[in-house]
């Protein structure tokens, strides 16, 4: 079954911090107070439109929405609780900060119909949280993660690669740490230059520099990789494409393009492959990759980028079979040799 997002925006409402990168106001385009009477109007617009025939879920975006005042939660809240007891959607998310959960609001939480909870929590190294301001440290997502589970809630992660003082070595660490908090899932997002940000002012001075694309996607590849092999789901890698997000007076610099995700796959069939040819003894004159058709344009690349690169490494031609009955595995054959290999198989 399709699953169909009803958002609801609460732009900086509530948050007690201004991170160095966020300005949510420019992200979403929405600035107007949130009121439960407007709620109950975007669910009852988005429902007019809807194909029933759909995992209908209200997500509550963009904002600290724990941070609220519990009463303002309560009220925001309702118009969504009423839908789900009807039966007109089937499931309420929110997304929050680690320092705003606590096990009262975790029980008003669960008594309102939400089952899902992202924490936003970007790293795991106290450094990097304390260079982007976050206002609290890694403990503080440890503790919520905990507090979200016991109360029966899911927990999802939202981690961004390339903030200031982020080196791989603080990455590597905060991959493997937020691995073992088992979330039921993961974001990843590149960190991008947002106007009006101080994170702005830190780049227009030169005092920050933003990750170039291809670095970005490596890091976002490690760390899905990472995740892929703990069985942990990643359900996006990047920034959901948007007109705001392609202007230049939102995102003023940052390694920020509409098929980041698709690049980071890329990147990862592509090490998988020359994983694989690196150990054939001999290569034949072709290589042919079976893989799942939904796999396809992830394995070529974007612009076939990846069948070039391997096509100059090897000296070989190169077809690809879209016969295969497994996502994100691939079986490689040259010259007699076979070779499979899925991501989780990388090291």
Known sequence: MKHYIIPIFIPHFGCPHQCIFC???????????????????????HLARINRERRIEIAFYGGSFTALPIDIQEALLTPAYHALKADKVQAIRLSTRPD?????????LHGLGVSTIELGAQSLDDKVLQSAARGHTSQAIRTAVNLIKTAGIKCGLQLMVGLP????S????????AAELKPDFTR????????????????????????PLNEAVARSAFMKLIFNRCNIPVIRTGLQASDDLNSRDVVLAGPYHPAFGEMVDAYLFNIMVARCLDNFTELGAEVVIHHHAKDSSKVRGLA????????????ASFSLVPDGTTIGLLKIETNGHRCIITRNMLE
């Open 304 to 315: 076939n980028a990846n069948i070039k690169a391997w096509t100059d490494n090897y000296k």
């Open 165 to 168: 003082t982020e080196n791989w």
């Open 188 to 211: 990843i997002y590149p960190t991008l230059v947002i106007a009006e940000t101080h994170l702005a002012r830190l780049y227009q001075s030169g005092a920050y520099v933003p990750l």
């Open 100 to 108: 705003c959960i606590s096990p009262e609001i975790l029980k008003m």
């Open 170 to 177: 603080n990455l590597i660490k905060t991959a493997f740490q």
């Open 23 to 45: 300005n949510q106001k420019k992200i979403t385009g929405f600035q107007t107070s949130m009121t439960p009477k407007l709620v109950a109007q975007v669910i009852k617009d």
